[in-house]
């Protein structure tokens, strides 16, 4: 079984949990979002393969596209 990843999306202050595959979370959830900040900044990776190159990533390409209102963290799994 894959490893699951559940990322925080915050904007405009609300809260919002996604949960799954890296492949999941790069290509169904977030793919819009990384390819936008890749094609402003190639530096900026579409198939990210960790959690946490996955967040930076994604703030990366919130940055870029003038998005400031949103941000990334990864959830901390116990």
Same mark, same amino acid.
């Given at each position: 079984m894959a490893k699951e990843y559940t990322i925080i999306s915050w904007h405009h202050n609300r809260k919002? &949990? +996604?949960?799954? %595959?890296? &492949? +999941?979370?790069? %290509?169904?959830?977030?793919?819009? %979002?990384?390819e936008c900040g890749h094609s402003w900044n190639n530096k900026i990776p579409e198939?990210?393969?960790?959690?946490?190159?996955?967040v930076k990533?994604?703030?990366?390409?919130?940055?870029?596209?003038?998005?400031y209102f949103d941000y990334y963290e990864l959830k901390e799994t116990s």
């Open positions: 919002t &949990e +996604y949960t799954g %595959t890296m &492949e +999941y979370l790069t %290509t169904r959830v977030f793919g819009y %979002t990384l198939n990210p393969k960790t959690g946490k190159s996955l990533a994604l703030n990366d390409s919130a940055r870029e596209c003038n998005r």
